[in-house]
């Protein structure tokens, strides 16, 4: 009978140096800086800039990507700029750890270690609106086919494709009319798109449900944390949606202070 | 030698009078008199009326050395040139002349300049009535109401007397609609030696300075006052909640007891009285919308709740500390309070993430306490079935390594464990864990984390 013994047992006590500011992720502010949001949900506490001109970005406990003009940088789990690597000024999609451009079909990983891969557009065939979970095997590269979207999955070692589902649904209908493309988020079990007056939430059983915004049409939605996504929305404060088990909870975040 | 030549010029310059000439400007254009005659016209006991001049000299440069009217019904305002003065040959000197009759009928006065009469004022006075305050003291200029809220008014009483010995006909009006005369329709009989009392409202519309004049037949008496804002009505605090726990958002609203009558602006702030004195700085207790304990707000006339920005409402975060929160709004001359009780509570687990790793089992819990007084927490891990793994609930004492925490945080009760746990054995034989924080308001436990695989 294999059994596990726990080295530290009764005598490990937890010091200060276990403890630390929880960080719920980043958020975005109206010149595209980004900072870190400290707290709980329900408590937060924005404070400090990690970078600015940050185009496009995607944060979750394990790290993060943000693209500027030319540059993609990577964050470790505490929002620091740990790598930064030339990037094309050209349109890019990203998730927490990989960053897609579409003209060239390249798929770039910067974190452990540089690497690229090309997806073939014949197998995308149409417009990649998101990046979608991934993990050792294969990435999910949210994709509009003759307007429906479709969630493909692509071996990253290789770049081919492994899987192909449609979602349908509201979502499956609205993610193609969508302005731009940091409408739509593609999260391990829901998918989530901002519409010019609600998030509109599918989840892995196909279920959809709304929670309603302030009105903006170009809304956008950037994964923000582990549990934790922004919505920015043109001339309100940004939100933060925090996604729960049983549904989600959309909290109004702090304007960043000026202290650092 | 030098002195003599200095006395006959100065003596030539002086003896050249003629070459003054006294000239009436009218829109900025002079304009002679060919008989040097210049009328003031009619103008009643008390009023006044003014006529510029220019003092011309046409000849070579000039010692003007005396210059004055022959009567006191005609005055250089606002008051007579220094002299003696040069004037330039070529240039003028630039006069203004004042007719004020003390009487009734014509009045004359020569203007002489250097000993040489150069021109002839008449007017003509007009029997009139006699304006004073209502007690009698001269009507001061201008006559001032001081500061009136708008929508309010303030009086002031004159009293009109007629000393001529007949009847007279008064007419009456202000030059601005904010000062109003009271007591009846212009034009008004006064009786011979009878007296009239008139009141004379400012009631302003608008803020800030305003001028108008009284006007009494061709008597004019500047009025001034100012309008300043009415007081705001008392403001009210509204929650949206009457009862919020930490780490929850509320909203709140200000609302006016009646319609405003006043525009202008207000704050709200919100600051903590902690249950533990010695809980450390809270900054998650804010207003989101400007990452502080403050937020203004507007209030414009009419409205009964104010606006913060386009909204009628702000959120605000109750933050990770047990005590009262009080919110104070100033709004003009008030000053309301709100107190929201945030109840003492068990540590409120926020996220939690529980990975294997090849050396052990790695766990990251967010949480918060708000009484700061979490003591030890247990673990308990838990194989695929659901059995307790050995050596059983494991209980730290994590109160002194929180007292350090919160000593260096201003973040409330919110803190972030991470906590390593090596195993001797397969680390995925483990499934899940169990955590139980106890702090002075009970045990808080977890569900089942899971443990995953990255």
């Known amino acids: 009978m294999n059994r596990v013994v726990f080295f530290f047992s009764v005598t490990v006590a937890v010091a200060a140096s276990n403890l630390s500011a929880p960080l719920v992720g980043l958020a975005r502010d109206a010149k595209g800086t980004l900072h870190p949001m400290h707290g709980v949900a329900g408590s937060f506490v924005v404070r400090g800039a990690i970078a600015g001109d940050a185009l496009d970005w995607a944060f979750d406990t394990s790290g993060g990507l943000m693209k500027t003009a030319n540059e993609l940088r990577a964050l470790d789990a505490r929002g620091n700029v740990i790598a930064r690597r030339s990037a094309p000024s050209s349109q890019v999609v990203l998730n927490s750890r990989y960053a897609f451009f579409p003209e060239t079909g390249e798929l770039w990983r910067t974190v452990p270690n540089d690497r690229a891969i090309t997806i073939q557009n014949a197998a995308v065939g149409g417009r990649v609106m998101a990046l979608g979970p991934a993990d050792q095997r294969g990435i999910v590269l949210a994709a509009c086919r003759a307007g429906q979207l479709w969630l493909l999955t692509f071996d990253i070692t290789n770049g081919a494709l492994k899987h192909e589902s449609a979602p349908g649904g509201e979502i499956g209908e609205q993610a193609c009319r969508a302005v731009n493309g940091a409408a739509l988020l593609v999260l391990q079990d829901r998918l989530l798109l901002a519409t010019a007056h609600e998030i509109v939430i599918q989840t892995s059983t196909g279920h959809e449900r709304r929670v309603p915004i302030p009105q903006s049409p170009g809304a956008q939605i950037h994964r923000a944390g582990e549990h934790s996504v922004e919505i920015e929305v043109s001339g309100s404060p940004s939100l933060l949606l925090r996604l729960v088990e049983d549904g989600e909870r959309l909290y109004e975040l702090p304007a960043a202070e000026t202290r650092p | ?454």
Do not use: W
Not at chain 2, 202 to 219: E, H, K, R, V
Not at chain 2, 313 to 318: A, L, N, P, R
Not at chain 2, 417 to 443: K, M
């Open chain 2, 1 to 454: 030698m030098m002195s003599r030549l200095l006395f006959l010029s100065l003596l030539a310059a002086c003896s050249l009078p003629a070459q003054f000439s006294l000239l009436l400007v009218q829109s900025g254009q002079e304009v002679a008199s060919l008989d040097q005659t210049y009328g003031f016209g009619s103008k009643p006991v008390g009023a006044v009326v003014n006529l510029e001049f220019h003092l011309r000299n046409a000849g070579a440069d000039a010692i003007l050395a005396d210059l004055h009217l022959s009567s006191s019904a005609f005055l250089f305002i606002p008051s007579a040139p220094s002299l003696p003065q040069t004037v330039a040959s070529g240039t003028a000197l630039d006069l203004m002349v004042q007719f004020r009759p003390s009487q009734p009928g014509p009045a004359t006065a020569d203007f002489i300049a250097n000993g040489v009469k150069l021109a002839t004022f008449n007017g003509t006075g007009m029997a009139s009535v006699t304006v004073s305050m209502g007690d009698g003291i001269p009507v001061p200029s201008p006559l001032d109401f001081g500061s009136v809220e708008r929508g309010k008014s303030a009086a002031r009483s004159i009293l009109i007397s007629n000393s001529e010995g007949k009847d007279v006909v008064v007419n009456i009006g202000t030059r601005d609609p904010a000062f109003q005369v009271k007591g009846g329709a212009s034009p008004i009989p006064v009786a011979a030696g009878g007296t009239l009392t008139m009141e004379v409202d400012f009631a302003p519309t608008a803020d800030g300075p305003q001028q108008s004049a009284l006007l009494i037949d061709q008597l004019v008496f500047p009025l001034a006052g100012t309008g300043i804002d009415p007081p705001f009505p008392p403001p009210e605090i509204e929650l949206d909640h009457a009862n919020l726990a930490s780490a929850q958002q509320g909203k709140l609203t200000v609302r006016l007891a009646s319609p405003s009558q006043a525009t202008g602006t207000g704050e709200v702030d919100m600051d903590i009285q902690p249950s533990d004195a010695s809980a450390n700085l809270d900054s998650g207790i804010q207003f989101p919308s400007t990452g502080t304990r403050t937020a203004t707000f507007k209030v414009n006339q009419g409205d009964t709740v104010a606006h913060f920005g386009s909204d009628t409402s702000v959120t605000f975060q109750t933050g990770t500390t047990a005590g009262n929160i009080v919110f104070t709004v100033k709004l003009g001359y008030f000053s309301t309070t709100k107190t929201l009780p945030i109840a003492a509570a068990v540590v409120g687990v926020d996220s939690t993430k529980a990975q294997r790793t090849s050396a052990g089992l790695d766990l990251l819990l967010s949480a918060f306490d708000n009484t700061r007084s979490a003591a030890s927490m247990t673990f308990t891990f838990f194989d695929q079935s659901g059995t307790q793994l050995p050596p059983g609930a494991i209980t730290v004492d994590v109160s002194a390594a929180l007292g350090q925490f919160y000593a260096s945080s201003d973040l409330g009760g919110v803190f972030s464990l991470h906590a390593f746990f090596p195993v001797n054995g397969n680390p995925n034989q483990v499934d899940s864990v169990e955590v139980q924080i106890v702090n002075s308001a009970g045990t808080a436990q977890t569900n089942r984390l899971p443990f995953t695989t990255p």
